[in-house]
């Protein structure tokens, strides 16, 4: 076993602990909160969760569907921020009845349980990424990156695709061809072809 996969399994490990304790500690104070407040048993049981869950829920939707090209996808950040105001807005409600160092002191699970979600999100991020001198995973995720893995191919072939192939075969604008063929070509001699704008 390697250092870094020995790192990545404890950071792993520790990190779903804490999320767990966080994650009890922020379903009982949801829970105590549905029920002082007219919620039958079973609606306070399920309230934690649609609270909790939607931070997951929309930080794995935003690893799903980012990119090569850095967009950023609306509706999963729209999740993400909602359940982390949600569920601070309901833990330090919950603490705010012992004062305002009761509020921080029960705020903190939920701060907690934010924090290693997102940490636990960027270490799967970080760790799909290839690699310096690595090609990207043969499995393309978008048209944009069948393009680079087959851009990647031909250039290893002594032959990358013009422009005007990358469009036909990908169904790329040329705008997106080119920049795709600058990077890509860029990258393995250290600066910008000269025949880039070539058909």
């Known amino acids: 076993m390697s250092g870094e996969t020995l ?19 922020s379903y009982s104070h949801i829970y105590d909160l549905g029920r002082a407040y007219g919620g039958s048993l079973l609606a306070a049981r399920l309230l934690p969760l649609s609270v909790d869950l939607l931070i997951l829920v929309g930080e794995l939707m935003l690893l799903h569907e980012s990119d090569a090209r850095g967009r950023r ?14 569920t601070m807005a309901a833990n330090v409600t919950f603490g705010a009845q012992f004062g305002a160092v009761g509020a921080v002191i029960w705020g903190w699970p939920a701060y907690s349980f934010i924090l290693v979600a ?7 991020k970080r760790g799909g990424k290839p690699q310096a001198g690595e090609f990207p995973s043969p499995v393309a995720n978008s048209v944009e990156t069948a393009a680079e893995v087959s851009l990647r191919a031909t250039l290893a072939a002594g032959n990358p695709w013009k422009v005007n192939q ?10 997106e061809a080119t ?18 704008e070539e058909p």
């Not at 997102?118 to 799967?124: E, P, S």
């Open 179 to 196: 920049k795709l063929r600058t990077r890509v070509l860029a990258g393995s001699n250290g600066h910008a072809p000269e025949d880039i």
């Open 118 to 124: 997102y940490g636990m999100v960027a270490m799967v």
């Open 7 to 25: 790192r990545r399994g404890s950071a792993w490990v520790l990190a779903s602990g804490v999320a767990a304790i966080a994650a009890i500690v």
């Open 73 to 86: 996808f609306r509706p999963g950040w729209a999740l993400v921020v909602s359940g982390i105001a949600a």
């Open 166 to 175: 990358l469009q036909e075969q990908f169904s790329l604008t040329r705008a």
